[in-house]
């Protein structure tokens, strides 16, 4: 479990194609690897890795197939920056939203528009994900816990603030860049209970995306 709040910019020291159409993937993180050891998980553009081995700063994970396909890491090069946070730690300030690190599908960035002190970007949102953003609530965008500012039909803005603009990858990202988006898991554990609950009343069949 991660809070999406980013601790460091890391970099993409090297890919090596494995078995099948998996890959392991080498990232660059001295602060995350400061502490970390085999088995740790660590959010590489808030896709949760699990540590192969640490040296020098440099610490190596394992990519499956499934992973690079349904997420951007499969876009990264070497020296691409990603951004990074550790697992959360039990009595940790919860400092974003909690997050999973479970990508749920691909955005894409459609705009930007920059104001004195912060920028409104603007990213395309796959249709399948749509019923789960909504205005002021949570989303994960390459691991960064953000508010949604306003929601369109396949779409959805957040603002971003000079810090997030300077410590994470957001920052430098253009128009046509793919983003990793996690909406928030609350969201679909309400949609499952309430789509039981509907469906099982004696004589109610009512569609749980109807429900306002």
């Not at 749509?130 to 994960?140: A, F, H, L, Q």
């Not at 960064?144 to 959805?156: I, N, P, R, W, Y």
Request: glycine share 12%.
């Amino acid at each position: 479990m991660f809070t999406g709040i980013i601790e460091e910019l890391g970099e993409i020291v090297r890919v090596t194609a494995t078995a099948g159409d998996s890959a392991l993937v080498a990232v660059r993180g001295p602060l995350v690897t400061s502490d970390a050891r085999h088995g740790d998980s660590i959010a590489v553009n808030g896709v949760c890795l699990t540590v192969v081995d640490v040296t020098d700063g440099v610490f190596t994970a394992d990519v499956m197939g499934e992973t690079l396909r349904r997420s951007a890491l499969g876009a990264l090069s070497v020296g691409d920056p990603v951004n990074l946070e550790r697992a959360a730690a039990l009595g940790s300030r919860l400092g974003g939203h909690l997050v999973q690190g479970h990508v749920d599908g691909v955005g894409e960035l459609i705009s930007r528009e920059p104001a004195e002190q912060w920028e409104t970007v603007r990213f395309r949102l796959p249709a399948a994900l749509s019923r789960y953003v909504v205005e002021k609530g949570s989303i994960t965008i390459d691991g960064v816990s953000l508010t949604v500012a306003a929601v369109g039909a396949d779409e959805f803005a957040v603002g971003l603030i000079p810090t997030t603009l300077k410590l994470t990858t957001l920052g430098a990202k253009g128009v046509g860049d793919p983003v990793n988006l996690e909406v928030d898991v609350l969201a679909k554990y309400v949609e499952r209970l309430l789509g039981n609950r509907l469906t099982d009343a004696p004589g109610a069949a009512v569609d749980p995306s109807e429900v306002a």
